[in-house]
């Protein structure tokens, strides 16, 4: 059974900084693309970060280039999300993606974790 489970939300102030992580469990990790994704209230979900499965591209979305970073372990079967500089406007829930890239091409998601920014 395939599990993604996120920790590492909480509440910040304006200008602080989060580390999300991302705990993959039952699938092959190394083949995966990783994303990071979140969903502010009365908004649809929207990626943030994504990365391949040996870490050499990376994708940002506009709104979070140059403050958020987006890594793996795969000895850790563990992706990550370093949130710097963040804004009211981050506040929403994250969720974790794995997106396989061989055969079936299964997606998972994790449950989320919620990031609040204070102003």
């Known amino acids: 059974q395939v599990q993604l489970v996120e920790s590492g939300g909480g509440l910040v102030q304006v200008g602080g900084s989060l580390r999300l992580s991302c705990a993959a469990s039952?699938?092959?990790?190394?083949?995966?693309?990783m994303g990071w994704y979140r969903q502010a209230p009365g908004k649809g979900r929207e990626v943030v970060a994504t990365?391949?499965?040996?870490?050499?591209?990376?994708y940002y979305a506009d709104s979070v280039k140059g403050r958020f970073t987006i890594s793996r372990d795969n000895t850790k079967n563990t992706v990550y999300l370093q949130m710097n500089g963040l804004k009211p406007e981050d506040t929403a829930i994250y969720f974790c993606?794995?997106?396989?890239?061989?055969?079936?091409?299964?997606?998972?998601w994790g449950q989320g974790t919620q990031v609040t920014v204070s102003s």
């Open positions: 993606n794995a997106q396989g890239i061989y055969g079936s091409k299964s997606n998972y």
């Open positions: 039952g699938l092959t990790f190394g083949r995966y693309d």
């Open positions: 990365i391949s499965p040996g870490g050499g591209a990376r």
